[in-house]
């Protein structure tokens, strides 16, 4: 058996390796307590919102009452609404959520209150209607952003409530002209809920 292990290792790197390789590492951090964000939802101080264009979700959890979980909660400035994705087989890892993003807009929008825009950007990580339901929910904990096309970075979050910042860096990488760029967030690994396998974001802005 020994004389074949290193055969088998070549045999299993081609696998492994190209998943890790070039990728860019991003940890977020949490910004703005739980507490202090939803005592005043309106006033975020540090973003332009979610002006997205064809925005759309891989699933999403049916609605419950008047209760509904669709990617319209991740911008509505409400903590209590979330987009939870509506994998049934389990904890929605490989789910997503994808948008045009037009950043000359961005650009635009911040000279126009006299901010220097940086690409920084926002998440409630978990359904943060309340500490309680958070807890029972899933909350990503490991997020791959797909930059046109191309896997551009894997952002590690905190297992926290509040406003996470993810300082992305892809303006710097652009070429000019800058126009609309395609986005798709990925869900890799999840931090379990203590109840639900559903896993939820209640917000995304900058």
């Not at 419950?64 to 990617?71: A, L, N, R, S």
């Not at 958070?134 to 046109?148: A, D, F, G, H, S």
Request: glycine letters at 10%; hydrophobic letters at 35%; one cysteine or more.
């Amino acid at each position: 058996m020994t004389r074949f292990l290193p055969l088998i290792l070549i045999l299993l790197l081609p696998a492994t390796l190209p998943a890790q390789s070039g990728l860019k590492e991003i940890r977020a951090y949490v910004s703005r307590p739980w507490d202090d964000f939803t005592g005043d939802p309106e006033m975020h101080g540090c973003c332009q919102g979610f002006n997205v264009q064809n925005l759309a979700v891989s699933s999403q959890l049916s609605s419950q009452g008047k209760i509904t979980y669709g990617p319209e909660n991740l911008g509505d400035n409400n903590p209590v609404s979330a987009w939870v994705e509506g994998d049934a087989r389990g904890d929605g890892i490989g789910e997503f959520i994808e948008f045009d993003y037009a950043f000359d807009r961005a650009f635009e929008q911040a000279a126009e209150g006299g901010d220097k825009y940086e690409d920084e950007w926002y998440i409630l990580n978990g359904y943060q209607k309340s500490p309680r339901i958070w807890q029972e929910n899933n909350r990503i904990k490991t997020l791959r952003v797909v930059l046109n096309g191309q896997d551009y970075c894997r952002v590690h979050l905190s297992d926290e409530m509040g406003v996470q910042t993810m300082p992305l860096g892809f303006l710097a990488e652009q070429d000019q002209p800058r126009g609309v760029l395609h986005f798709r967030l990925v869900i890799e690994e999840v931090y379990p809920g203590s109840k639900y396998h559903d896993t939820a974001i209640s917000e995304l802005f900058w």
